[in-house]
């Protein structure tokens, strides 16, 4: 357990279906992240919120809306998804942006299939 | 550009020693990151690096080399519950945009 939840474990949605993807932190933590992890590639960061603000947004497809309604709380919106979409889908949080060796501590994911 | 590699998979046996590589070429470097991920689990925290040099944890050691861009993680007296990928991740000058590899998985055998 890392203090970090992440609901659903698993998700099979179509392309017209619209779903949430939920996370939350028991940390204390101000900085939230969400983050896509493909077959065989690099875990690819979508998502940067700070003190609930977004700071980060990697040129994500407008199909992913993140909402953060506070600091312990972070929402995935999904629409209109394409199959490519099929990944884990990782939550994250850090006690700030501050840099050091302040780590990342991630939660277990959800594993998404989009049909 | 940012580029991180390390090799895809790796095999060792139980009680060895195993070296996993990680390159990198990023626009910046404020730290380099170890993280262990078991199958269908979250990744954890193993080791940090900001300057160049060894930091030992107990069976876990991490090296780093920052003229040559070049970073090992160490696991001794290996042990099956060591099966997992192991990624390799830099922090950029600023802000938390992580650059991570694609990973390395390690199969333990008996």
């Known amino acids: 357990e890392t203090g970090v939840t992440q609901t659903p474990r698993h998700l099979v949605m179509g392309m017209t279906n619209k779903k949430s993807l939920k996370c939350e932190q028991h940390?204390?933590?101000?900085?939230m992240y969400w983050y896509k992890q493909s077959a065989k590639k690099p875990l690819e960061l979508m998502f940067v919120?700070?003190?609930?603000?977004?700071?980060e947004n990697n040129s994500v497809p407008s199909r992913f809306s993140p909402e953060c309604p506070n600091s312990s709380h972070l929402f995935l919106h999904l629409h209109t998804l394409q199959p490519e979409d099929s990944a884990l889908y990782l939550c994250?949080?850090?006690?700030?942006?501050?840099?050091?060796?302040?780590?990342?501590?991630f939660g277990p994911g959800t594993r998404l299939l989009v049909l | 550009g940012q580029n991180i590699d390390q090799p895809t998979e790796m095999t060792a046996t139980e009680g060895a020693i195993v070296q996993i590589n990680c390159t990198y070429q990023t626009s910046g470097f404020n730290g380099l990151f170890w993280y262990q991920q078991h199958a269908g689990e979250a990744p954890t925290f193993l080791s940090y690096?900001?300057?160049?040099g060894l930091e030992e944890k107990g069976r876990f050691s991490s090296f780093l080399s920052r003229s040559k861009g070049y970073s090992y993680l160490l696991l001794k007296e290996l042990q099956m519950k060591d099966s997992a990928s192991y990624l390799c991740?830099?922090?950029?000058?600023?802000?938390?945009?992580?650059?991570f590899g694609p990973g390395t998985r390690l199969s333990v055998l008996p």
């Open positions: 690096n900001v300057l160049d």
């Open positions: 919120y700070n003190f609930k603000e977004q700071t």
């Open positions: 994250a949080s850090s006690q700030d942006l501050a840099g050091g060796r302040e780590t990342q501590y």
């Open positions: 991740a830099v922090r950029p000058p600023y802000g938390q945009n992580f650059v």
């Open positions: 940390l204390g933590h101000n900085a």
